[in-house]
């Protein structure tokens, strides 16, 4: 890099983003649970359900941020997946719906994540990549239907942590190179050969 700038800071891990003030929120940590339907010539839609999304270790500019995903088995994520990208690579893309979580730091802001609440609030969904090569299950897919739908006023006051409010989008996903660097390991293996 010529005249001495400094490069970013490389971002790996997974986390949450807000696409306004592009502030990401990075987590050590992502665990999920679930399961695949199994048997050939399946469709992609409903193909899977996630019981259970964990981020942890999160901060943003040095503040704590708790991230709750409210979703469980009484109250899954179905998945469905849409396409092979790039063909050849065993990396199926698609999306989680039913998503709605929570956002907390610790300094006071409290922020409630789901669909557009001008087009009827509820949960939403994100993008997710399952890689089945090697089993990993991503959300560093494209995927915009998460939104703000409340922040209290420490969420947007210009102090460190959380910066979001009414109407941003969210996205939850992946930074870094590659979907290794965002993504939790599937057990046992989930072997997918077409979408």
Known sequence: MCGGGRRAPRRTGAGIR???SNQVTLCS????????KSG???SGTGIGALTSIAFTGCKVEGVAVTVTVHTSAANP???NLTQEFPAGSTVFTGQATNI???LDDARGCHAVVGA?????GGPGFTGLAYR???HRLSFAAGGKGLFVQSATAQCDNGAAGLDVKQFDRISRGGFGDSIADSSAIISPAQRI???
């Not at 940590?29 to 679930?34: D, F, M, N, S």
């Not at 557009?116 to 009827?120: E, Y």
């Open 77 to 79: 994520a179905p998945i």
């Open 100 to 102: 709605s979580l929570t």
């Open 18 to 20: 807000e696409a306004v």
């Open 132 to 134: 089945s090569s090697d």
């Open 40 to 42: 050939r010539g399946l």
């Open 193 to 195: 050969s077409s979408p």
């Open 29 to 36: 940590g992502l665990a999920v649970a679930g399961s695949f």
């Open 116 to 120: 557009k609440i001008l087009s009827g």
